[in-house]
């Protein structure tokens, strides 16, 4: 039941399939792993127990508050409104919000299940392209030529749940949208994420090793020499047109 209604939403927001493959050979593709969702699932309850209480707490303390207001009902001091119906009002008013709680944590859970879904992280032998999000799509390249640093960032609840967060940061300032940063990207709830910094280290090296520029000028190159022939079969095409007419 989940499925459907998924895909009708992501075809809604016009959500993207899976991203184009990074520039450059051997491509690697990783994926969020599902620990990464279980430790979603952990803090998405966690924080909605945590509301509950606070709320249940207010509302104990509001009906405290009610309690004394009414408790002599026939006094000067006594409230404008009929006890039985400010009870009414009362349950009214919860039913309303219990059913606006419900569907936005409906919603958000099918969020957080869809933004587990579509995390997508490629790496190639020269560059790696990460693409994010749900409501607001965030895709981002990065060159190895530009990389400065790799990190591997785990918090105390995701050492639980066996993921952790790759961080890796570009030369470069500034942010885009949401006030994110454009040259820090996260692979973010992946296993095994030294070994993946590892490898990335090991691509960035030897590109490095190769020289950063030869494989550019190589493909600057290529990309004049079709130009050339291009251009050279329109001027005989061009020239064997007139011939005809003449």
Partial sequence: MFRPLADRLLHALRVPGEPHDPEGQSLLVFRADEGYYRYRVAIFWLFRLLFLVVCGYVGFFAVLIASAVLGDHKSKRAFPV??????????????????????????????????????????????LRIREGVWFVREMTMSFANIQNIAVVQG???????????????????????????????????????????????????????????????????????????????????????????
Avoid: N
């Avoid at 006890?83 to 859970?109: M, S």
């Avoid at 095994?192 to 000028?217: C, F, N, P, T």
């Fill in 82 to 127: 009929d006890p039985g119906t400010l009870q009414t009002i009362v349950l009214v008013v919860a039913a309303i919000l219990a059913v606006l709680y419900l569907a936005h944590a409906t919603i958000a859970w099918a969020t957080l299940r869809l933004d587990y879904e579509l995390r997508w992280y490629k790496v190639t032998d020269r560059s």
């Fill in 156 to 246: 105390p609840i995701q050492k639980l749940f066996a993921v952790s967060d790759l961080m890796v940061q570009s030369a470069g300032g500034g942010s885009g949208e949401q006030g994110k940063s454009l040259h820090v990207g996260y692979f973010r709830g992946i296993a095994r994420a030294e070994e993946v910094r590892d490898l990335i280290l090991e691509r960035l090296r030897k590109l490095k090793d190769s020289g950063l520029g030869d494989a550019d000028d190589a493909h600057v190159t290529v990309e004049d020499a079709l130009r050339e022939v291009r251009d050279e079969a329109r001027a005989l095409s061009a020239t064997a047109q007139r011939r005809v007419r003449a």
